[in-house]
């Protein structure tokens, strides 16, 4: 399996720039590229990224995609299931870990007061 990450050794990461919305996501979340490209369109790749969410910001409908996703929350506050008002759902804290096989159904999400989120991001090997 070709990999389609540099080898990148421990070094100082930018948090003041290189943020943007991904597609579909509201204002307010923004995710910074670490490594790697996933190409969605021809099902290959992988990235690692960070994704943040501003204080009281909420996603309204779950998300499913073909890629694996793993996720580790950082910092600051995840609710997770809440509905299109941003009501409810499931509050995680820190040190929070999961892992979603393509296909599987998930969020939406919120954050009350914001999140930081490490995300890896690949396809299966065909």
């Known amino acids: 399996m070709a990999v389609n990450k540099k080898h990148d ?3 100082a990461i930018d948090m003041s720039t290189g943020w943007e919305t991904p597609p579909g996501y509201p204002p307010g979340i923004q995710q910074k590229i670490l490594a790697g490209a996933l190409d969605e369109m021809n099902k ?6 960070l994704l943040r969410f ?3 910001v ?5 998300f499913v995609h073909e890629y694996w996703e ?3 929350q950082v910092s600051g506050d995840l609710i997770v299931g809440n509905d299109a008002n941003g009501k ?3 509050s995680f804290k820190p ?3 999961a892992c979603r096989p393509p296909g599987a159904a998930h969020g939406p999400f919120k954050s009350e007061g914001g ?6 991001h690949y396809f299966d090997p065909a």
């Open 9 to 11: 050794e421990f070094h």
């Open 44 to 49: 290959r790749g992988s990235r690692t990224r």
């Open 54 to 56: 501003a204080p009281g």
């Open 58 to 62: 909420f996603t309204t409908a779950p």
């Open 70 to 72: 793993e996720v580790y």
């Open 88 to 90: 409810g759902g499931t």
């Open 95 to 97: 040190n929070t870990y």
């Open 115 to 120: 999140c930081m989120l490490l995300e890896i």
